[in-house]
């Protein structure tokens, strides 16, 4: 793989940050034993060293893997024709070739583990790479990247997780909960099956699991402790649900009239409606969102030639008039729109006013079409740079969002990325 560099400002970001990080260890072990007591030095525990000790376990340590003072940002490729499958380390620009997978039509991440959909199973990889983030700070680790194995489900299958679980929703509405702490080890071991069936994901928020139950279009939204028995019902209407989104502000279920907004408070749960300002056609509605990692700003097609931005702060939907969207993302905060389109090129705009800011040249070497399903070209954005995968082209482009859409690099790939996801957010 080559790397391209295509100016300096770039190149000196990327070098200084290397030069801080050294070779990672050997995979990471079980993170979650250590979040379930919360980072080392903050906890009550007489069984641990004084923080003053020389033998002190230092603060975030996690066995088997490197604490990093800035993110470790790394890309999961695949092809699926032929199965080729890469991760690309954004840091060290280190390509490793992973076990190949053929026929994937979906690729999915937690911020740690990618999940290639193919129609008889889903494989599982380990990037290597996370976050954890604890509100108040960060940590940011990086170990060995590895194949973990394959979960019993197909292409169709809704996967969430949170630091100690793993819900894999399957096409039927099964759900089966897998122990991330054996995910993080190399193992899959599910822990529990589910009674019912779900409409959609069941995603798990504050040590619990949210899910819609019901048939023909009449859905209840239910609140399931970790055994999956029933603790709370809020009262909240959502018409076909679909498509749903991690805020810090809770978590954001896509439904036919907008959006719920589902939020824990000393172990209450509550359901408010972000609805649309106007009556929506079904093609129009916001189905599967796009966010930077933890951000309270959603992005979703709407139609083939606009774009929903949903403020989770503000309680507000904005449509934003593009040309033909092959992909949308942003990182919020007063960061642009970016919206891939059909000429090829990556454009700006501000959300506020819709107009376009700007413009890149074309990044795809092959035609696109508007209202592209899983197979086309992505744009993954974290709090710095955002990342668009030509396929064609064997390229992924690095984008500096917050200077006019600078091309900061570009990586020349052995193999067409046509499913693409980042990790280490």
Not at 281 to 288: G, I, L, S, V
Not at 382 to 400: C, H, L, M, T, W
Not at 416 to 424: F, H
Request: aromatic share 4%; net charge negative; glycine share 10%.
């Amino acid at each position: 793989m080559t790397v391209r560099n295509l100016n300096t400002a770039g190149a000196v970001r990327r070098n200084t940050v290397r030069r801080n990080v050294k070779p990672w260890a050997p995979a990471a072990l079980a993170l979650t034993a250590l979040l379930a007591t919360g980072c080392g030095g903050e906890q009550d525990d007489d069984s641990r060293p004084a923080a003053s000790s020389p033998s002190a376990t230092p603060h975030g340590y996690v066995e088997g893997a490197q604490e990093a003072a800035e993110q470790q940002s790394r890309l999961l490729l695949n092809d699926p024709a032929s199965g080729n499958t890469r991760v690309l380390d954004l840091i060290t620009g280190k390509v490793t070739e992973t076990d190949q997978v053929t026929g994937a039509a979906r690729l999915a991440t937690d911020g740690r583990f990618g999940y290639l959909h193919a129609s008889g199973a889903t494989h599982v990889v380990d990037s290597g790479s996370w976050m954890v983030d604890h509100g108040d700070h960060v940590h940011y680790y990086r170990a060995a990247i590895r194949d973990v194995g394959e979960l019993p489900v197909g292409a169709e299958a809704r996967i969430r997780s949170d630091i100690t679980v793993t819900a894999v929703t399957d096409e039927d509405g099964k759900a089966v909960l897998y122990d991330r702490s054996k995910l993080e080890q190399g193992e899959i071991a599910s822990s529990r099956t589910l009674p019912g069936s779900y409409d959609g994901a069941v995603v798990p928020y504050a040590e619990h699991l949210l899910g819609f139950t019901g048939e023909d279009g009449a859905t209840e939204l239910v609140v399931l402790d970790r055994a999956g028995k029933r603790v709370a019902a809020p009262e909240a209407a959502c018409e076909k649900p679909r498509g749903d989104a991690v805020t810090r502000r809770g978590v954001v279920l896509g439904c036919a009239d907008g959006a719920l907004l589902v939020r824990e408070e000393d172990g209450a749960f509550t359901a408010e409606k972000i609805a649309y300002d106007e009556d929506v056609p079904a093609a129009e509605r916001a189905t599967a969102f796009r966010q930077r990692a933890g951000s309270d700003t959603l992005t979703a097609p709407a139609g083939d030639d606009a774009v929903w931005v949903l403020d989770v702060t503000e309680r507000s939907w904005t449509r934003v008039e593009t040309g033909p969207v092959v992909a949308a993302n942003t990182a919020g905060e007063g960061s642009p729109l970016l919206v891939l389109e059909t000429d090829g090129a990556l454009h700006g705009y501000d959300i506020a006013t819709g107009k376009q800011t700007a413009r890149t040249k074309s990044l795809l070497t092959g035609k696109q079409r508007a209202g592209a399903d899983d197979g086309a070209p992505v744009i993954e954005v974290d709090r710095s740079r955002a990342y668009v995968n030509d396929p064609d082209g064997k390229q992924v482009f690095e984008i500096d969002y917050n200077d006019g859409l600078r091309i900061a690099r570009s990586f020349d790939l052995d193999i067409e990325p046509v499913l693409m996801a980042e990790t280490g957010r």
